[in-house]
């Protein structure tokens, strides 16, 4: 990496949100929607090794806001595909492990500011393939964009000259170099971000890649892998093979050639995944190294002495935001009992203001949950809630044709409660009473997960009891538990919440690299 390259390049800051209250930008939102309403069922085939394949099965991308509205017909990818593209992938690795950095971190520098051109048309994508309001597919583009331009700097710092101790007759060196084929497989409710930041890791640090999106949100991972093809990314560096989890994931992730596995999702799969990778098929050169980013049950801590109206504000938010489809989802308020009956009552009227519609509605601050699967899981989870707490708000279908919920609340939960256990991921939020701190400080540590959590108080002591004994990957003070940013806030959890990879920090480029070391005598 020459150093005027490096020179050239401005330090990494954050993509602003757009305000919506700007005519001007509420107006190209709404000419975006319709635009992208115009390409409703249009069909988008596989891509391996720059080629468009078309198969015979497809996999029907719906609006969940209006489930008989096609947003796209992907075509869906056979075992042999799959496999072809794997074998491409191996095939062009070989050339670009040897691309220099600086031109692998171009083609991500571009797709950023292609992105950003195109920003209110993957927005309106957003909220019609996943169901996400306006500000909240926003903040999805807004992260895609952060991921390229933050690895792209990280790739070309990884391949600058690397400390280490000089010693006299010779001349030594650690050079960072990929892995080889990754198998990438990103979760829908992310599902521009983190499709983007996975993939975009991979490539960047010299790696080829097989990208298996969620069927959930498949239409705008074909327009990624479009867009980076139309930057100029060599073919068979990204292969585009969409397809059932259940039926190419197993082979994909068995793969003799497949080097790696980048996967975010549920804890179950995540934990198939690791356990499969585990076993060594015939042929298989390496330990498969796993990256897994899985689940949470994540809580708000509220403290005696904590604003409570503040405290209110950021548990609806965290818990309703993106219909509560969120890893960092507050799921759990856990309220100490000294202002519990006050927390509650306060809360229950601040989510009885939350609107749930059409996202395509920008007056909606919840759209639907992302499809019907989700629907009834997410019901069931109410239906055993209501029985191990008491329904405060919610708890009903809204309408009848797009997959809708109540934001739902249901207090007086016990900690060992299922809803309190499980993650349920849709807006369903448990509210549990604490005796004291100490108390409240031991129900947020009673899950098997460890992803995001938050505490509202005025105390620091209690700050300092919870920097040392709230056992997660993402902890916040007296602000809501969602909205992590690239650079500022790395991400990833404990336990069973993965590998706790930290996306979006220094260290996550890490995970797609291995060191090197070369001594010369002189
Ligand atoms: P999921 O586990 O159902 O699916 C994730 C991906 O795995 C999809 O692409 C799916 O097609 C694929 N898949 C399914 N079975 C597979 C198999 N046998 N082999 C290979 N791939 C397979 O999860 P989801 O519903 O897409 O996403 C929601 C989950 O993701 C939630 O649990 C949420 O907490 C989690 N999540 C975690 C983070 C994080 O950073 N920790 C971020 C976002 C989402």
Sequence with gaps: MNTTTLERITPFVNEPIKDFKNPTDAAAMEAAL?????????????IVNGEAIETEKKIRSIDPAHPSEVIGIVSSASRETAMRAIDVA?????????????????YLFKAAALLRERRFHYDALLVYEVGKSWVEADADMAEAIDFLEFYAREALRYA???????????????????????????PWNFACAIMVGMASAAIVTGNT????????????????????????LPKGVLNFIPGSGSEIGDPIVAHPKVRFISFTGSKETGLHINELAAKTAPGQKWIKRVVAEMGGKDSIVVAGDADVDAAVEAVAVSAFGFQGQKCSACSRAIVDASIYDAFVAKLVARVGMITVGDPADPKNYMGPVVNEAAL?????????????????????RVGSEGFFLEPTV????????????????????????ARDYEHAMEIANNTEFGLTGSVYTTDEQKIERAR???????????????????????????????????????????????????????
């Design 376 to 396: 009834k899981s997410i019901s069931e989870y109410i239906e055993i809630g209501k029985k191990e707490g008491r329904l405060v708000a919610g708890g009903k």
């Design 90 to 106: 191996a095939h062009t690795f070989e050339s670009w492990r040897k691309t220099p950095a600086d031109e692998r971190a171009s």
């Design 160 to 186: 600058g000259p690397q400390p280490i101790t000089p010693v006299a007759g010779e001349r030594n060196e650690m050079v960072y170099i990929p892995l080889g084929v990754g198998a990438v497989i990103p």
């Design 410 to 433: 249901i207090a007086d939960v016990d900690p060992a409660a299922r809803i309190s256990q499980e993650e349920i991921f849709g807006p369903v939020l448990a509210v549990i009473k």
């Design 209 to 232: 890649v097989v990208l298996k999106p969620s069927s959930d949100s498949a239409v705008i991972a074909a327009w990624f892998v479009d867009l980076m093809h139309e930057v100029g």
């Design 468 to 522: 040392e004994d709230f056992f997660v990957g993402n902890l916040y003070f007296n602000r809501k538990s969602t909205g992590a940013l690239v650079g500022v806030h790395p991400f990833g959890g404990f336990n069973m919440s993965g590998t706790d990879s930290k996306a979006g920090g220094r260290d996550y480029l890490l995970l797609f690299l291995q060191a090197k070391s070369m001594s010369r005598k002189l």
């Design 34 to 46: 319709a635009a992208v309403k115009r390409t409703f069922g249009k069909a988008y085939p596989l």
